[in-house]
């Protein structure tokens, strides 16, 4: 009996074992193991295979690893039904369509990939395979950004008429950009398509609607040599490592003051030579640090979106504009970096507001539910909804390859943008593409202008009405 529950299983393989697998290997050996068993890990460099080879086993999972030249084979003598995508962007397209024409289903990291032609292929991949392709966006799953979507479903705020999107990366999350394999466009599409897939994808989610039109533009203007020669860091190294000014460098990142990071990636750094401490400053980094686009959505909305990478604080702002009302969240993730550009120890606690405030009346502060574990307790409720048995969510949080290309060719239009100077129209990028089904009367029915009643919402239960002081 436990032999016929065990292989009832679905079966999991992973390719590329980088840090952001481990969300899936702990969640497959740990809380997840009875959802879904390990069967095969993929992976470019010898010594980072190994070490989740060794994981798993530590777990209680022996599995057979594969070299990337190996990976259809991985897919056929495991048996793998699901492949887990965790690799850098520019590979993602390549992965996908092998394992939907070898009839697996797919589960990729954001974004799906990083530009419009392999959209297409993956599109192409998964209609001749009937297969399925998941992108695991854990921003809509967490409890702020959740509330945000059933306050905009209940039409509260009325019909929505334009968006301010301001997101704050400090000088310790944002560097790390600018130090890893995303510094390049070729690898990650920048930040534009690397980190803003999530935003945009929130915005997709939370309006109902895709993007018809996007006026960008954006800059590199703190990473970059001239900033590092004013804040008096001549002379300085390719890597943090054994760099001549490290000790005055605000910006720095000490690998060998991690476990992790010193067993990830300096411990195997002689099979392919990436170093994870790259110098932020370099010459040879070509994406932006700050980005601006103007987003006309399908659907009449407006978005004026924001991205900044060298910030004093990091967390975001995002302020809907309704006929009836403005909704308001913000997220404090970090509040400040110390003055010598170390993180506060012990962190401080993340904390956000959702407020609700009606044309003609007070503020509404709501409560958000709480929630546990990381990017605000969002990746465990993904990974249950990933893992766990198939519910009914009245969100539709679950993200498949339309909405997976739909926020990446937004941070693709916006590159082009930044390229031409000139808007880019979804139809000419993109018109082939299908896009995700639009929400169903997102926004409620109610009239512009009047006013609400409390007891028809229930997020307002118990929320604190903000008097004026």
Not at 117 to 143: K, Q, T
Not at 153 to 169: C, K
Not at 436 to 449: E, M, T
Request: glycine share 8%; proline share 6%.
């Amino acid at each position: 009996m436990a032999r016929a529950q065990r292989n009832s299983r679905p079966r999991y393989a992973i390719v590329g074992t980088g840090a952001r697998s481990y969300l899936y290997l702990q969640a497959l050996l740990g809380e997840h193991a009875e959802d879904g068993e390990l069967v095969g890990v993929c992976e470019l460099n010898p010594g980072r295979l190994r070490r989740a080879a060794s994981f798993a086993a530590d777990g209680g999972v022996p599995v057979p690893m594969f070299e990337p030249a190996e990976f259809k084979r991985m897919l056929r003598e495991t048996g793998a039904e699901r492949l887990i995508v965790t690799t850098p962007d520019f590979t993602h397209a390549d992965y996908i369509v092998a394992a939907l024409e070898a009839g697996v289903d797919v589960v990729t990291e954001k974004p799906l990939t990083i530009d419009a032609d392999s959209c297409r292929r993956i599109f192409a991949a998964r209609e001749a395979s009937a297969r399925s392709v998941r992108v695991m966006f854990n921003y809509r799953y967490s409890p702020p950004r959740t509330l945000v979507k059933q306050v905009l479903m209940s039409g509260i705020i009325g019909a929505v008429t334009a968006v301010d999107f301001e997101w704050r990366l400090d000088t310790h999350h944002g560097a790390d950009y600018f130090r890893r394999w995303h510094r390049n466009k070729a690898n990650s599409g920048g930040l534009l398509v690397h980190k803003a897939t999530h935003h945009f994808d929130l915005i997709n989610w939370w309006l109902g609607s895709t993007a018809r039109g996007v006026n960008a533009r954006g800059r590199r203007v703190f990473y970059r040599p001239e900033t590092a020669d004013a804040l008096g860091l001549a002379g300085r190294g390719v890597r943090c490592s054994a760099c001549p000014v490290f000790d005055a460098c605000k910006v720095r990142l000490d690998v060998a003051a991690s476990r992790s990071l010193t067993a990830l990636y300096a411990a195997n750094e002689g099979y392919d030579g990436y170093f994870r401490d790259r110098c932020v400053f370099s010459p040879e980094i070509d994406i932006e640090d700050t980005m601006q686009a103007l987003i006309e959505y399908e659907n009449g909305i407006v978005v004026n979106y924001l991205l900044t990478a060298y910030d004093a604080a990091e967390g975001y702002r995002v302020v809907f504009h309704g006929e009836r009302g403005v909704l308001t969240l913000e997220t404090i993730e970090r509040a400040y970096v110390r003055e010598d550009g170390r993180l506060v120890r012990p962190a401080l606690p993340e904390t956000s507001s959702v407020v609700v405030q009606p044309l003609f009346g007070k503020p509404h502060r709501l409560v958000i539910p709480e929630a546990e574990g990381s990017h605000g307790g969002g990746d465990r409720v993904m990974l249950a909804d990933l893992f766990g048995p198939a519910g009914e969510d009245p969100f539709g949080r679950a993200a498949d390859e339309r909405s997976g290309a739909w926020s990446a060719l937004v941070g693709i239009a916006a590159n082009a943008s930044i390229a031409s100077g000139a808007e880019i129209r979804m139809s000419e990028l993109a018109a082939d593409i299908p896009r995700p089904p639009p929400a169903a009367a997102p926004f409620g029915p109610a009239r512009p202008g009047a006013s609400f009643d409390p007891a028809a919402y229930p997020f307002l239960a118990g929320a604190t009405i903000m008097e004026a002081t």
